[in-house]
């Protein structure tokens, strides 16, 4: 995909599990990034919070479910964002928290069956 902004860098990250991401992000100034894409979707969020990312198929319930496990785990949701190619195909849910995001919510999140990955980004 072409880069229209000056400031742009691609990372592609291969987890233990094989599991790959393309991140691309924006250096904005001040220190500051904006992330714009995730593998060939585009997206736009910061990174300042402790974030999640979810991959999964866009399904009816897929959100409901996410944000059933968010408030039952107690998480404080600064922003709630959903991205995706087209309806039906793949999407990612990003999350942003002020608070922690544990790995036992990771993993439960992780279970549902349209859920394909689950991805975090503490600060």
């Given at each position: 995909t072409s880069v229209s902004h000056p400031n742009t860098v691609d990372v592609v990250m291969t987890g233990a599990d094989g599991?790959?991401?393309l991140i691309r992000g924006e250096s904005i100034g001040g220190g500051r990034v904006r992330i714009r894409r995730l593998n060939n979707?585009?997206?736009?969020?910061?990174?300042?919070?402790?974030?999640?990312?979810?991959?999964?198929?866009?399904m009816t319930g897929t959100v409901a479910f996410i944000t059933k496990c968010l408030a039952e785990a107690g998480v404080n949701v600064a922003t709630l964002k959903l991205f995706r190619e087209d309806k039906g195909k793949n999407a990612f849910t990003v999350v942003e928290s002020d608070g922690f995001i544990s790995e036992d919510l990771k993993e439960k999140i992780l279970q549902y069956e349209t859920v394909n990955s689950v991805d975090l980004i503490e600060v």
């Open positions: 599991h790959t991401l979707i585009r997206v736009d969020f910061t990174g300042e919070y402790s974030t999640m990312i979810i991959g999964h198929r866009d």
